[in-house]
């Protein structure tokens, strides 16, 4: 007896996807991109754990920058400053929701910098555990705090709650 495993479906009408959130957020999803981005206008401090000519401050206590997010997603940020980061400058984060959610050594690693002369827009990937191998070494992760390096799905399930939740609300 030859038993077909094969269902036949049918195409359904999904309905709209339209997501919306309240002031001063816009929320948006294209299609080449991995995560949902939220416009979002909030201060962030960014101290450098290691730069780019291999300078190293375990402790967070390398060069402070700051500036204001244009916008946030589960895998990174985009900041406008007046300071001269660098590609490949490694540091902690610190940001605010809406004074909702304060998130905090938050590591990044700086993938781009558009600099003119008055500012930079800077693209910043959140980086998990598996890739701070690829940037420091045995001995250097050794003295990171495990504070530090435990915020990988902190950030991802913290927006996550925070995208699903104006989801649902519609707000």
């Not at 799905?153 to 939740?165: A, C, N, P, Q």
Request: charged share 30%.
């Amino acid at each position: 007896m030859n038993h077909s495993r094969t269902k036949i479906i049918s195409d359904i009408d999904a309905g709209s996807n339209v997501l919306s959130v309240r002031r001063p957020f816009k929320l948006y999803a294209e299609q080449k991109r991995r995560y949902i981005r939220l416009e979002i206008s909030e201060p962030i401090q960014m101290s450098i754990l290691k730069d780019d000519a291999d300078g190293f401050w375990p402790d967070g206590s390398g060069p402070h920058y700051s500036g204001s997010i244009l916008n946030l997603s589960a895998g990174g940020v985009l900041v406008i400053t007046v300071n001269p980061l660098r590609e490949g400058m490694v540091g902690l984060l610190k940001m605010s929701l809406q004074g909702i959610e304060i998130l905090d050594n938050i590591i990044g690693i700086v993938k781009r910098v558009e600099a003119d002369a008055a500012e930079s827009l800077v693209g910043i990937e959140f980086i998990s555990k598996e890739y701070l191998k690829d940037i420091f070494s045995h001995s250097e992760i050794e003295i990171l705090s495990d504070e530090i390096i435990s915020f990988d799905e902190r950030i991802k399930k913290t927006l996550d709650k925070y995208v699903f939740y104006k989801r649902v609300t519609n707000e």
